[in-house]
């Protein structure tokens, strides 16, 4: 009541929504949280107050939302464990969801600050490589948006993802500093902190009861604890967390105690501790052996069970209920240590016995596999696993030995089986099958797209899907229609919502099929194209003041931004501008539609031929921009380090998207649906989620080239020889005789050699044999570019038609499906 009277007379200053409340808000926040007065503050600072007046905003969301998971035993919540949360910029998408993106415009212009500059100015979090930790930032998103309660549980990396820089057209890495600023966004709990032990030594003791249990004496004890980012949905009424895990160590050890010798050892220790969430290893596929890595996944995973273990315990639920509590989702095997710690935290910790803990465990887990690389699989070997985690090796080897039993049992007629489904690889050295682990402790395993659920089944997974059929199914991924088009799309979304309403933010798939009817209406084509072109120039301008490239927005923008990788294809995309090039040059006079290539993204910095491929990029981009016969006609850009924030800038300006990967090896993709939904026409492979998007836009909407996966494997065994392609392709043997003949190397012959002569000798994903078709198949995306209305119509087409593409739409998908959750 009295709550109530004062609001209605005076409203609260930390809530208040109004712009003059605002304008109040982020003064007062100005002075108390930065100490500078409005004349000396920098941008720094009002972006500090901007952010802590927002952030008062969805405290009281916040706070419901722990209530909730914390006092709700009847619900069960979802736990979302991911080693990567690749969250970007909070400030523009958390007033998105509040809804006070414009009455805070409109304060901070009456203070004479530029909303949109202060939002530029954030430092991006970037707590993940790509694909994978972005579709987790997406999930908790429409997670919070559908009012599913759920926790993020991941790791807090002092120093995320490198920065890029280009230095002579090669990617130098730069530590992100992301920390050097206080992150407004994130509480840490001090009360939320468990220790997580490493090492040592197994024996056997008797409990008081006279059991026998297992006692670990680890070497070496490390504090985790919690610092928790709110994820507010979209409306702001519902609030879930993101908790994430820094190590520390244990305690602050105490002087007196120690001698010379053992103060020096003692600081030395503390040093280890912190090290373990230092930084996040910068490989998206291929996975990297390495120690500490296991350390980092086990230290997230041991702290995120023993919180939901003492979520549930204060609920006064009976442990072995703990699956009605949770449903813990495995982004990919990073986390599926997790599968081994329940057990034992069960079992050793909590006394229960082995059958109901394996029955609680299978129920609590269900696992996302992401790759269809063979290479990118995690495995340990045997030794680094014991020597990080004793304890779990034996439980991984026991649950390896009751399963094995059950496959024999089952196949007598197999003898085989057993080596393939064993948890354990026993070739020397031998390794733990991380696929295997996650797969035998969960109740459900799905890839990401429909393509690679089947060929999960089929190849990478195929003896663990024949034994476990009911077990295998797939969600296709999607994206945030809020960051990937309200957002990042301003121009866009007006024009969307100036006919059909704004109902489509989070009612996507129901609501933007309704603008189908539009696509030839010409009110409304020239209403997009203006959009487009608005983006087109702040990307321009981007190229321009970073780069110091000129584009020319009239130009068809043809962008492949991604991770580098042999199996995406970016180097197919250059030989292609070769291609042209030399086309426009031999022939100037010909009909040429202008076109601006856009490339950007990272290469793990140990993979040499990915860096090889940025720095070609950057050599052909020096040519063509610098060759006054293509000038006006062909421009290259590099745009360097494509992270989120960018990419918001990118995904926007693009009139064709590059999804190109050879087919059977993109999990799904996500960039494909972000283009997608700003309007961008795809040329790709039948990979990954392409194929469900060109049935979803219809075929005549989606430019197609390139082998079938059930192609690749037949020239693949068949036996393959990438040169027989340059034979009838003259195009092709110029571009490749370029490259290594030192065209665009300054004259320097060996510069290309490792790629070139990986082209010509090996060509694993062959890029050799798709080049003609994906040549053919750019004339005739370049052919209906020509012809605005035509493509303006297609560009409708497929914003309109993406609408499956929702990230909400995958979420109720694994409600339903896997977590067994209520959803709207
Ligand atoms: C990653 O980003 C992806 C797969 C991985 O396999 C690892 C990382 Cl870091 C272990 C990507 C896939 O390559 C991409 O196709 C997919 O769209 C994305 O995950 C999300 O599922």
Avoid at 264 to 280: A, G, P, R
Avoid at 428 to 457: C, I, Q
Avoid at 649 to 674: C, F, H, R
Avoid at 677 to 690: E, F, K, S
Wanted: net charge negative; glycine share 6%.
């Amino acid at each position: 009541m009295a709550a109530k009277r004062r609001t209605a007379a005076s409203p609260d200053p930390r809530t208040d929504c109004s712009r003059e409340g605002l304008r109040k808000a982020v003064l007062d926040n100005l002075f108390y949280a930065t100490g500078h007065a409005q004349e000396n503050a920098a941008r720094g600072d009002w972006y500090t107050a901007v952010a802590y007046t927002v952030r008062d905003r969805m405290l009281k969301a916040w706070v419901q939302g722990i209530e909730r998971i914390a006092a709700d035993g009847d619900v069960r919540c979802v736990a979302y464990l991911s080693a990567e949360f690749l969250i970007g910029p909070q400030l523009g998408a958390n007033m998105l969801a509040l809804g006070i993106t414009e009455p805070m415009r409109e304060a901070l212009a009456s203070l004479g600050q530029d909303l949109d500059a202060i939002v530029f100015h954030e430092p991006e979090p970037g707590l993940g490589n790509g694909g994978l930790g972005r579709l987790a930032a997406c999930f908790m998103d429409s997670l919070a948006t559908l009012g599913v309660p759920a926790i993020g549980y991941g790791i807090r990396y002092e120093f995320g993802m490198f920065r890029q820089a280009i230095e002579d057209g090669a990617q130098v890495e730069l530590a992100d500093k992301w920390l050097r600023r206080p992150f407004p966004w994130e509480l840490p709990r001090g009360g939320q902190q468990y220790e997580v032990r490493l090492g040592g030594k197994t024996h056997m003791e008797t409990a008081p009861d006279g059991t026998l249990r297992v006692q670990w004496t680890p070497a070496k004890t490390v504090t985790a604890c919690a610092h928790d980012i709110p994820v507010v949905g979209h409306g702001g009424t519902h609030c879930n967390l993101l908790r994430l895990w820094r190590a520390e160590a244990v305690e602050a050890f105490d002087f007196s105690t120690f001698n010379a010798g053992e103060y020096f050892s003692s600081v030395h220790d503390k040093i280890f501790s912190e090290t373990i969430t230092k930084v996040l290893y910068p490989n998206d596929d291929p996975y990297q052996g390495k120690q500490l890595r296991l350390g980092q996944q086990y230290l997230f995973v041991s702290a995120s069970l023993q919180d939901m273990l003492h979520i549930h315990h204060s609920l006064g639920k009976p442990l072995e209920t703990f699956h009605t509590t949770f449903a813990i989702q495995l982004n990919d095997t990073h986390p599926a240590v997790a599968v081994a710690e329940l057990m034992r935290l069960l079992v050793d910790v909590h006394g229960m016995d082995w059958d109901t803990a394996w029955s609680v465990t299978t129920q609590t887990f269900a696992y996302t596999n992401h790759t269809l690389l063979p290479e990118a699989l995690e495995k340990w070997p045997l030794p680094l696993f014991a020597e990080v985690l004793p304890r779990h090796l034996e439980i991984v080897y026991e649950i390896n030995r009751r399963f094995l039993e059950s496959v024999t049992a089952a196949h007598p007629e197999d003898p085989d089986l057993a080596r393939r489904l064993s948890l354990i690889d026993e070739t020397s050295p031998r390794f733990v099958r991380m696929a295997h682990l996650a797969t035998v402790g969960s109740k459900a395993v799905n890839g990401v797209a429909a393509l690679h659920s089947e060929l999960l089944k089929r190849d990478v997974l195929g003896d663990l899907a024949a034994f476990f059929p009911e077990k295998f199914t797939n969600v296709t991924n999607g994206v945030t229609p809020r960051r990937w088009l309200a957002l990042c799309n301003p121009a866009l979304a007006a024009c969307i919502s100036n006919r059909i309403g704004t109902r489509w933010q989070d009612h996507f798939e129901e609501e933007i099929i309704r603008l189908e009817e539009f696509a030839d209406d010409p009110d409304f084509q020239a209403q997009w194209q203006a959009a487009k072109l608005t983006n087109k120039q702040r990307l321009t301008h981007l190229a321009k003041t970073i780069l110091r490239v000129e584009l020319d927005p009239a130009a068809l923008f043809d962008v492949q931004v991604k991770r580098i990788h042999e199996y995406k294809r970016q180097h197919l995309n250059v030989l292609r501008v070769i291609a042209l090039y030399n086309r426009l040059r031999r022939n100037p006079g010909m009909d040429f539609v202008p076109r601006a290539v856009i490339f950007g993204g990272k290469a793990a910095p140990a993979y040499y031929l990915a860096k090889q491929i940025i720095l070609l990029v950057n050599r052909v981009a020096e040519v063509v921009n610098t060759d006054p016969a293509v000038a006006g006609r062909l421009r290259v850009a590099f745009v360097p380090n494509f992270n989120v924030r960018s990419g918001q800038v990118i995904y926007p300006a693009a009139d064709l998207s590059q999804q190109i990967s050879l087919a059977g090896k993109e999990a799904s993709g996500t960039g494909n649906m972000k283009f997608g939904i700003n309007g961008a026409v795809t040329i790709g492979t039948l990979d990954g989620a392409n194929v469900e998007m060109r049935a979803c836009v219809g075929e005549e909407n989606f430019f197609l080239f390139g082998l079938t996966t059930d192609e690749v494997q037949a020239v693949q065994r068949a036996g393959y020889s990438p040169a027989a392609h340059l034979e009838g392709n003259p195009e092709l043997a110029e571009a490749l005789d370029q490259i290594r003949s030192g065209v665009f190397s300054r004259g320097d012959a060996g510069c290309f050699r490792p790629l070139v002569d990986n082209l010509l000798h090996r060509d694993e994903y062959l890029v050799l044999a798709d080049f003609a078709s994906y040549m053919d198949c750019q004339d005739r995306a370049a052919r209906t570019y020509a012809d605005p209305a035509a493509w303006t119509r297609m560009s409708i087409l497929n914003v309109a038609r993406l609408g499956m593409f929702s990230s909400d739409r995958s979420i109720r998908e694994y409600c339903r499906n896997i977590w067994n959750v209520p959803v709207e």
